[in-house]
């Protein structure tokens, strides 16, 4: 199991057989969880995840130091922004993903957090 640390940027994939992979900054570590944000552009967003949770994605690459030449992620300039609602792109407006770990078969997607829709920015407002 990879040890993930504050600051630091990887590749994870939701399970063995999945061959999308996700980038994932570690923003926060408190006892029991992690906060993090999950990079996809301007459809980037942050949960909180226990550290069970984050601990059952499979870690593909530490990609901390191809992150750092890449300024976009550390801005801090913030812009309002119009959103639309589309389907998660992780789990297919499904709100689970498989999880062949377990006897349910799936598991509540965390990119949506099962909500089926996540916020896609269409427009700012300046
Ligand atoms: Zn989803």
Not at 48 to 57: A, G, R
Not at 59 to 70: A, C, G, L, P, R
Not at 113 to 121: F, P, S, T, V, Y
């Amino acid at each position: 199991m990879e040890t993930y640390k504050v600051g630091s940027t990887y590749l994870v994939k939701f399970n063995t057989h999945s061959d999308v992979l996700i980038s994932m900054m570690v923003l926060l570590e408190t006892e029991k969880a992690f906060h993090v944000r999950w990079n996809n552009g301007q459809n980037s967003n942050e949960q909180w995840l226990d550290k069970k949770t984050v601990n059952d994605y499979i870690f593909v690459e530490d990609i901390t130091s191809f992150m750092k030449n890449d300024n976009k992620w550390g801005s801090v300039e913030t812009k309002k922004v119009k959103t639309s609602l589309i389907p998660c792109f992780i789990c297919k407006g499904f709100g689970t993903i498989p999880d062949t770990s377990s006897t349910a078969g799936n598991k509540i997607c965390p990119r949506c957090n099962g909500a089926k829709m996540i916020e896609l920015i269409v427009g700012t407002n300046n």
